[in-house]
């Protein structure tokens, strides 16, 4: 029984694997399905005599409707899983038994954020595979190359979110306070990236995926990623080194 | 000395929690660290186990950390975890050098055999608690620190941990922090008596106890009991009468053996109907209440 096997089994047990890839395929399998008959629902649901008109559907809209989901409501079931790992210090006599058999914060911290960002990284690409399908049965194909670069995209910023989440553990405590705190600087972040329209922010890479197979140029993603990976690194270490001188 | 504090404080904003704690352990003692709640128990305890930072003084404790365990007052644990792996968990993090028929061993001695492989959510207040004991001693430390080990459990749960800890006697240094006297009193050969952070008394059991509490013997009688405590205070053996209530005093005498020979014709001699009459020995309560009072 190790650190890393406890992760594992809190996300099987408590039954958090399941909503995260669930989460994330559903949205994958409805996207492009959403996609495909909008114009039918909208003309099932609209007012008699109105006709709703869209133009033809792309695959790339495909892929839009399920990372416009999962940016979203995915983000906030990844946000609360990782809150609920590594908010560890919310109840202090589950946090003694931990705290007084490592050397520091980082071997508590590390294990829950890699499993946690290892668990929204697969539902990612569990989604991202189902919406490809989907998408190609549906809507037609779309530019693999492209596709793949832009769920890497998705993927560091997941990671980069479980950051944000571990140190909001750090500075707060609790599992509500933790998954609030993160929810809200992932929140400022994405209206500074609105009101600014930086292209290098790492919010921009929750969108890259669409961006891409949109075939519109990648301005700004490299730059982004190395930036959302360097913020990532600070972030964790901050998150131990603010843990560490933490008193229970 | 396998601990020792000098002039320990521990300062919450205005609050001082320990005022210059002067604490001394000896290698191998079972040390009961007794007062009331809010007395800085608990914190003095979560800065031996280095969780809390002292604000002034200096703690010194021997063992390394990974051999020092600390027993929160109610542990708890991921309840989805079974008590196995709440072991395994607790001897692979500290002591993975330690064999894994370990696990088994301590899980027999918490009498969790049969429940370890239940999920811990679903054991009870006494299980939780002897399989805290149970993850505190798998790895095999020279120091456990147990923080009211007892305080919540009913009386066979508090026997059941009780005995576990007086198992540990001859294997490991124990510091315990209660305010059930009786109990440190049954499982503690040093005692330390905390009282608003500060530490009033410190040493042997016994040379707390003896000399100090003065011989009594607690008499149950018939109403009225007024006259007879009159007639009982004239006498020179007699240091003082408590009137306890309408049918007990308390009769606290110059020696025990004065009050074989003279208490039962005192009482013949002023009519008292006696229904029970039984020595008072000094135990720890009443120091502890003399002390702190």
Request: net charge neutral; hydrophobic share 55%.
């Amino acid at each position: 029984m190790t650190l890393w096997r406890l992760e594992w089994l809190r996300l099987v047990r408590t039954r958090r694997l399941v909503a995260i890839l669930g989460a994330y395929l559903f949205f994958g399998l409805t996207g492009p399905l959403t996609a495909r008959y909008l114009d039918r629902i909208l003309g099932g649901i609209g007012t008699e005599g109105v006709r709703v008109q869209l133009p033809a559907p792309t695959p790339a809209d495909g892929i839009a409707q399920f990372t416009g989901n999962a940016s979203q409501i995915g983000l906030l079931v990844v946000v609360l899983v990782a809150a609920s790992a590594l908010a560890f210090d919310a109840r202090r006599e589950m946090a003694v038994f931990l705290r007084t058999r490592v050397r520091g914060a980082a071997a508590v911290i590390l294990p829950a954020y890699l499993v946690s960002a290892a668990a929204a990284v697969s539902a990612l690409t569990l989604g991202t595979l189902a919406a490809w399908y989907e998408t190609a049965v549906l809507l037609g194909g779309l530019p693999v190359a492209r596709l793949l670069v832009g769920l890497a995209c998705g993927a560091l910023f997941l990671a980069f979110a479980v950051a944000v989440t571990a140190l909001a553990a750090a500075i707060t405590r609790g599992v509500a306070a933790t998954a609030g705190a993160a929810l809200a600087a992932l929140l400022a972040l994405a209206v500074a990236d609105g009101l600014t329209g930086v292209p290098w922010l790492p919010t921009r890479l929750a969108g890259a995926m669409e961006t891409l197979v949109r075939g519109e140029p990648a301005t700004g993603l490299p730059a982004g990623a190395a930036l959302t990976a360097a913020l990532t690194a600070g972030a964790l270490a901050a998150a131990v080194a603010v843990s560490d001188r933490r008193e229970l | 000395m396998i601990v020792e504090t000098r002039g320990l404080e521990k300062r919450y904003g205005p609050h001082l929690a320990l005022a210059g704690v002067d604490l001394a352990v000896p290698r191998g003692a079972v040390y009961g660290l007794v007062g009331p709640n809010g007395a800085g128990k608990t914190t003095l305890l979560a800065v031996l186990a280095g969780l809390r930072v002292p604000s002034a003084g200096e703690v010194r404790v021997a063992p390394p950390r990974g051999r020092v365990a600390l027993l929160p007052d109610t542990p708890q644990f991921e309840p989805w975890l079974t008590g196995r792996e709440v072991v395994a968990l607790a001897r692979r993090l500290v002591a993975p050098g330690v064999p894994v028929a370990r696990e088994e061993r301590v899980l027999a001695d918490a009498e969790l055999s049969g429940a370890a492989d239940r999920r811990v959510g679903g054991y009870s207040r006494g299980m939780l608690q002897r399989l805290g004991l149970a993850a505190t001693v798998v790895a095999e430390p020279e120091l456990l620190l147990l923080d009211e080990p007892a305080s919540a459990l009913d009386p066979a749960g508090r026997r059941e941990v009780l005995d576990l800890i007086a198992g540990l006697r001859g294997k490991a240094t124990v510091v315990l922090s209660s305010h059930i006297l009786s109990d440190v009193q049954e499982v503690c050969d040093t005692v330390g008596i905390l009282r608003e952070g500060r530490l009033l008394f410190q040493g042997p059991l016994h040379d707390l106890l003896v000399g100090r509490a003065v011989p009594a013997y607690l008499l149950r009688l018939r109403p009225p009991v007024g006259h007879v405590a009159d007639a009982l205070r004239a006498k020179d053996w007699v240091v003082g009468v408590d009137v306890l209530d309408e049918q007990r005093l308390r009769v606290s005498v110059r020696s025990l053996a004065a009050a074989e020979w003279l208490l039962p014709e005192a009482l013949a001699s002023c009519d008292a109907r006696v229904v029970s009459m039984n020595p008072q020995a000094a135990d720890l309560e009443d120091v502890f209440l003399e002390l702190t009072s």
